[in-house]
């Protein structure tokens, strides 16, 4: 917009978790819905917001029909292997690219220091961020001297799901502490029998990192207790 670069909409794909849960953290979504999308409507840019027909709830009572896990729920996405991208992000997209004349460029918030997506740029998408040899650095102050930086950065350095199969411990200790709601759905998730996995990730079990946190818990009210 600085620049005068041409620009009719933005597009949002929000992945859910079920019909009526986002697979937006609240804090996140609350900063999408009242803080971003208000900060481009004033300057004339609408958002559009997409919602895929899979949920990850679809995702994960899938029924696997071949391989070593035929018969059994599809359950956790994979680490480094995330299907949820694929059946529930893209999908829309794809969808309205179609509604949308063929000579449409998509911007693409990749900095000038991330090469490797760089590289992966097709023709009909471009990065403004690379053009105006912006990093993500950059990218981050301009964001956050406008009043656009989500609350997600205050703990972490990436934006994802609350279900994300390569969220950090962080993340996850995060889930667990600030939204009990939340972790709750994933535990119920962790008894469900005839999983193609028993892995939320690549190490752990829901119920091994519930015992962890509250683990961690317990130490510092122990530790708290003793201080005073
Ligand atoms: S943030 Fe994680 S769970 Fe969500 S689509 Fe990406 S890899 Fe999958």
Known sequence: MQ???PLDELVYSEVMFSDTVSGELPEHKRFIYET?????????????????QKTYLDCFYHIVSRGNAEGKLASFPLTGRCSIQRDCKLPPIRTYQKTLP???????GIAADEPIRLARLK???????????????????????????????AFTGRGGCWFCPN?????????????????QLLLE????????????????????????????G???????????
Not at 102 to 108: E, I, P, R
Not at 123 to 144: H, I, P, V
């Open 3 to 5: 620049h005068g670069e």
């Open 36 to 52: 971003a999308i208000p900060y481009f409507e004033k300057r004339g840019i609408p958002t559009r917001v997409l919602r895929g």
């Open 102 to 108: 063929q000579d449409t460029v998509y911007y693409l």
């Open 123 to 153: 023709a009909n998408q471009t990065s403004l961020l690379a053009k105006y040899n912006l990093t993500e650095k950059d990218a981050q102050a301009m964001c956050q001297a406008e009043g656009l930086l989500s609350p997600l950065y």
């Open 167 to 183: 969220a950090s411990m962080r993340e996850l200790r995060h889930l667990y502490n600030a939204h009990p709601d939340l972790w």
């Open 189 to 216: 998730l962790q008894d469900v029998p005839n999983k193609a996995t028993e892995r939320f990730n690549r190490s752990y079990t829901l119920h091994d990192l519930d015992l962890l946190f509250s683990l961690e």
């Open 218 to 228: 317990e130490q510092l009210s122990f530790f708290t207790y003793g201080e005073r």
